[in-house]
């Protein structure tokens, strides 16, 4: 039986994968489309637009508002994963069960496409009609921070500085905060600030996203040592080979899950406080911390 928030996760991502279709548009070499399509459209989870779609519907029930910005947040998450993958950076060869970007088109290719998602993202956020101005130039700030050299890419960095380093507890979170948390956080703010949350409800769910950042990576790092390659759609102990810092190698197996109930306390905390509709991010913290995929 498919549980409410199973539900909800479905038709998010029915949703958000209609409305990219229908905004990856216009005169782009056949090529090019071809690589971004690729990677856009391959099975992913969708679940940083879904985060950005339960934040909004917290406030409001209506969604029309956010389809941009959640587009244009999943278009710079599916670059970093495309770039991500080169042999300059994690080498992979599959992502989702299927070649990655540059092993099915090539590496220059690949490097393009990450380059026009990344770029498009912001012309498709600055060219939305429904939102004002000075939405505009919050979201596009937002999100250039949350993806840029004090977010995302520097997570990058560390992380890659970190691959043949023993990091303490206090490292590794700094690594997946800004790594994978910051965009997280910015799907988790962008839906309140554009459905009119005051910067105090605000301030607590960011607090919130902070430890849902932190418990999507510590079950990406568990399902890294206890998943099922089918579901992953790529081979469980690459972390390990590639020497990188995790949870369950800095906590040991027990010690991650440990964790992750105490970031999890931590979230539910800072989520009551906010006054947000509870029954989405509540559903969507649960998820997180027990996703198989």
Do not use: C, W
């Not at 990856?24 to 950005?52: T, V």
């Not at 029309?64 to 970093?80: C, D, G, N, Q, W």
């Not at 490097?111 to 101005?133: H, K, Q, R």
């Not at 992380?159 to 910051?182: A, Y």
């Amino acid at each position: 039986m498919t549980t409410f928030i199973e539900q909800y996760i479905q038709d998010g991502k029915k949703t958000i994968e209609d409305k990219l279709k229908s905004y990856l548009q216009g005169n782009i070499p056949e090529k090019l489309y071809a690589s971004m399509a690729y990677s856009l459209f391959a099975d992913g989870k969708r679940l940083r637009p879904i985060l950005l779609f339960a934040s909004y519907h917290s406030y409001r029930d209506d969604l029309e508002k956010v389809y941009r910005t959640a587009a244009a947040l999943e278009m710079i998450h599916t670059y970093s994963l495309i770039h991500d993958d080169l042999p300059a950076m994690d080498d992979d060869d599959y992502r989702r069960g299927m070649l990655t970007n540059h092993k099915k088109f090539d590496e220059a290719t690949a490097i393009l496409a990450g380059d026009a998602l990344l770029t498009y993202s912001f012309e498709l956020v600055a060219s939305d009609p429904l939102l004002s101005e000075n939405e505009k130039v919050y979201i596009i700030r937002e999100l250039a921070k949350s993806s840029g050299p004090e977010g995302m890419v520097a997570g990058q960095i560390l992380d890659i500085e970190g691959e043949t380093k023993r990091l303490n507890l206090e490292e590794l979170e700094r690594v997946h905060q800004l790594k994978t948390g910051k965009l997280i956080s910015f799907a988790v703010d962008a839906g309140a600030f554009l459905a009119g949350a005051s910067e105090e409800q605000r301030r607590h769910l960011r607090q919130f996203s902070h430890y849902l950042g932190l418990i999507f990576q510590v079950q990406d790092d568990i399902l890294d040592v206890i998943g099922d390659e089918k579901k992953l759609g790529k081979p469980v102990g690459s972390d390990t080979a590639k020497q990188k810092s995790t949870y369950p190698a800095l906590l040991g197996l027990d010690g991650a899950k440990q964790k992750m109930d105490e970031y999890n306390e931590k979230a539910k905390a800072a989520l009551v406080q906010s006054g947000a509709k509870q029954e989405y991010l509540i559903g969507l913290l649960e998820y997180f911390g027990s996703r198989d995929y």
